[in-house]
């Protein structure tokens, strides 16, 4: 791999665009500028997200920096548009979509993201566009951090995610259950193309739209598969196993998406559209993190599932690229076996197994077992595990406090015990190497509501702190030990909906 290229930090207006998608056909889109808000004042900002496009931190504080993220301004060169795609929401074909409060600014270069070589700067909540239908075109403060903090923490997680730049607040009003405010959130990521936008053309009947789309995205962020035999199977076959790679990575370690609707879902295969998501806490194979999600069709066992639906309603889509039906279902096909074996590896990289053993299986899902009896706190589990002594029960002491029935705990142990003797598990390393890949952190959702309430009072402070730790979610920070512990009670109150 190259050393990653360290660009130098840019001022502002030294960002220039380019503009591949706007190159598209005007079909694929609607240029429009975005609707001003009146006295915008920065919320949060990343460090890191900047320096995915070499733009200096230094910015961030100055007026120039929430005009332009709120879209009061437009950057020179930027070319302002929303994007038209299509999808099944909640299973049901929903007919156009589109960015309904999203707008592109354009492809700032990024030299270190491969291959495209450029990511896209999107302002979310920047007012109405032509896709808005019955929605305002804006995003509340609330979600906007919401967005914010779990696209930050998916990224440190080391999970493939849309990235966040920063949000900016205004004091306007938007109304959704009660008044809330504006805020606009700035999300980078290659691109924002989702199956949906496959879908779009193939239900509005455009086999040249269709194709278009296809060869861009190959073009640009497959070229490798240029040369293959037949290049749309081969996007359709990497798009699934990507998206298999994907739910297995969020699978283990307890993120919920919960609106994995068709437009939600990346042809990158990276995690996109922060709504209702949830990070497991007790664990319940149920569980499901969207109030609005009646019938738990997005619950946290659904997800693999889910995904490979969605799969197969992209691979409907470019049925008429591919040609023959068996060629999508062997593309598609692919999905389980790339799961199964992602989430194997992952499993035994959590339980610090560095072998692949005949009864592995059956350890792993008496583990769920009791995970699942117990109401076991997923995060804590793993962490917890890792301190675990093969010959020195001593130390079990945090870990079976998580169980309420201790004896059935014990029998696991020693199970657990007994397969990491037999490939002589040495416990420093087997810590260091479950500790790099069990997260101490993860964005509970009540860290996150504390942050927002404190930001609703203009106190941004939390969300920043919040963010910091959340960047390095593997590392001991004995200083933040409070956000590594166990929900308080009033945590279980917290109902998250599509509300945003
Ligand atoms: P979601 O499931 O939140 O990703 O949104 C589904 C669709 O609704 C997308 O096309 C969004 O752009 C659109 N949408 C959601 N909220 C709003 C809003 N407040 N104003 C306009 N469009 C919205
Ligand atoms: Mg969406």
Same mark, same amino acid.
């Given at each position: 791999? @190259?050393?990653?290229?360290?660009?130098?930090?840019?001022?502002?207006?030294?960002?220039?665009?380019?503009?591949?998608?706007?190159?598209?056909?005007?079909?694929?889109?609607?240029?429009?500028? $975005?609707?001003?808000?009146?006295? *915008?004042?920065?919320?949060?900002?990343?460090?890191?997200?900047?320096?995915?496009?070499?733009?200096?931190?230094?910015?961030?504080?100055?007026?120039?920096?929430?005009?332009?993220?709120?879209?009061?301004?437009?950057?020179?060169?930027?070319?302002?548009?929303?994007?038209?795609?299509?999808?099944?929401?909640?299973?049901?074909?929903?007919?156009?979509?589109?960015?309904? /409060?999203?707008?592109?600014?354009?492809?700032?270069?990024?030299?270190?993201?491969?291959?495209?070589?450029?990511?896209?700067?999107?302002?979310?909540?920047?007012?109405?566009?032509?896709?808005?239908?019955?929605?305002?075109?804006?995003?509340?403060?609330?979600?906007?951090?919401?967005?914010?903090?779990?696209?930050?923490?998916?990224?440190?997680?080391?999970? *493939?995610?849309?990235?966040?730049?920063?949000?900016?607040?205004?004091?306007?009003?938007?109304?959704?259950? /009660? $008044?809330?405010?504006?805020?606009?959130?700035?999300?980078?990521?290659?691109?924002?193309?989702?199956?949906?936008?496959?879908?779009?053309?193939?239900?509005?009947?455009?086999?040249?739209?269709?194709?278009?789309?296809?060869?861009?995205?190959?073009?640009?962020?497959?070229?490798?598969?240029?040369?293959?035999?037949?290049?749309?199977?081969?996007?359709?076959?990497?798009?699934?196993?990507?998206?298999?790679?994907?739910?297995?990575?969020?699978?283990?370690?307890?993120?919920?998406?919960?609106?994995?609707?068709?437009?939600?879902?990346?042809?990158?295969?990276?995690?996109?559209?922060?709504?209702?998501?949830?990070?497991?806490?007790?664990?319940?194979?149920?569980?499901?993190?969207?109030?609005?999600?009646?019938?738990?069709?997005?619950?946290?066992?659904?997800?693999?599932?889910?995904?490979?639906? @969605?799969?197969?309603?992209?691979?409907?889509?470019?049925?008429?690229?591919?040609?023959?039906?068996?060629?999508?279902?062997?593309?598609?096909?692919?999905?389980?076996?790339?799961?199964?074996?992602?989430?194997?590896?992952?499993?035994?990289?959590?339980?610090?197994?560095?072998?692949?053993?005949?009864?592995?299986?059956?350890?792993?899902?008496?583990?769920?077992?009791?995970?699942?009896?117990?109401?076991?706190?997923?995060?804590?589990?793993?962490?917890?595990?890792? @301190?675990?002594?093969?010959?020195?029960?001593?130390?079990?002491?945090?870990?079976?406090?998580?169980?309420?029935?201790?004896?059935?705990?014990?029998?696991?142990?020693?199970?657990?015990?007994?397969?990491?003797?037999?490939?002589?598990?040495?416990?420093?390393?087997?810590?260091?190497?479950?500790?790099?890949?069990? $997260?101490?952190?993860?964005? /509970?959702?009540?860290?996150?509501?504390?942050?927002?309430?404190?930001?609703?009072?203009?106190?941004?402070?939390?969300?920043?702190?919040?963010?910091?730790?959340?960047?390095?979610?593997?590392?001991?920070? $004995?200083?933040?030990?409070?956000?590594?512990?166990?929900?308080?009670?009033?945590?279980?109150?917290?109902?998250?909906?599509?509300?945003?």
């Amino acid at each position: 791999m @190259n050393a990653p290229e360290q660009i130098p930090a840019r001022r502002l207006d030294q960002l220039t665009f380019n503009h591949s998608f706007a190159a598209l056909p005007p079909s694929f889109y609607t240029r429009l500028q $975005p609707t001003p808000l009146p006295d *915008p004042y920065l919320v949060c900002a990343s460090e890191k997200a900047a320096a995915l496009i070499g733009l200096d931190p230094a910015e961030f504080a100055t007026k120039h920096f929430a005009d332009v993220f709120c879209g009061n301004r437009t950057l020179e060169n930027a070319l302002p548009l929303a994007a038209v795609y299509s999808g099944h929401q909640f299973g049901v074909w929903a007919g156009q979509l589109g960015d309904g /409060r999203a707008i592109l600014l354009g492809e700032v270069d990024s030299p270190n993201t491969r291959p495209s070589g450029t990511l896209e700067l999107q302002l979310k909540g920047a007012g109405l566009t032509p896709y808005s239908r019955m929605g305002d075109g804006r995003a509340v403060l609330r979600s906007s951090i919401r967005e914010y903090l779990c696209s930050e923490a998916m990224a440190g997680l080391g999970i *493939p995610t849309s990235r966040a730049l920063c949000v900016i607040g205004s004091d306007a009003p938007v109304y959704r259950e /009660r $008044p809330e405010t504006a805020a606009v959130a700035t999300r980078i990521a290659p691109t924002f193309i989702r199956f949906g936008s496959f879908e779009h053309w193939f239900y509005n009947q455009r086999p040249d739209e269709l194709r278009t789309l296809a060869d861009y995205v190959i073009d640009r962020f497959y070229p490798e598969l240029r040369d293959a035999a037949q290049p749309y199977q081969a996007l359709l076959r990497e798009a699934t196993k990507r998206t298999a790679h994907l739910i297995a990575q969020w699978q283990a370690v307890g993120f919920m998406h919960g609106v994995m609707n068709t437009d939600n879902m990346s042809i990158l295969g990276i995690t996109l559209d922060y709504g209702p998501y949830g990070f497991m806490e007790a664990f319940d194979v149920n569980r499901i993190c969207n109030h609005s999600d009646a019938n738990g069709r997005y619950s946290y066992g659904m997800q693999p599932r889910i995904a490979h639906w @969605n799969c197969y309603a992209l691979g409907q889509a470019m049925l008429p690229l591919i040609g023959e039906v068996d060629d999508v279902r062997a593309a598609l096909d692919g999905y389980e076996q790339e799961y199964q074996t992602k989430f194997d590896i992952l499993l035994h990289a959590k339980l610090g197994l560095r072998a692949d053993q005949e009864n592995d299986d059956q350890l792993i899902q008496a583990m769920f077992g009791l995970m699942q009896a117990n109401h076991v706190d997923f995060t804590l589990f793993f962490r917890r595990l890792g @301190n675990l002594r093969v010959d020195d029960k001593t130390g079990d002491e945090p870990l079976r406090d998580l169980f309420i029935d201790r004896a059935a705990f014990d029998a696991w142990a020693e199970q657990y015990r007994s397969r990491l003797r037999q490939e002589n598990s040495i416990d420093q390393v087997r810590r260091t190497a479950m500790n790099a890949v069990n $997260p101490q952190y993860v964005l /509970r959702n009540y860290l996150a509501q504390i942050a927002i309430e404190k930001a609703q009072k203009k106190d941004f402070s939390e969300v920043d702190r919040l963010r910091k730790v959340l960047d390095a979610p593997y590392d001991e920070q $004995p200083q933040s030990q409070q956000y590594a512990e166990l929900p308080p009670d009033w945590a279980s109150q917290i109902e998250v909906s599509c509300s945003s």
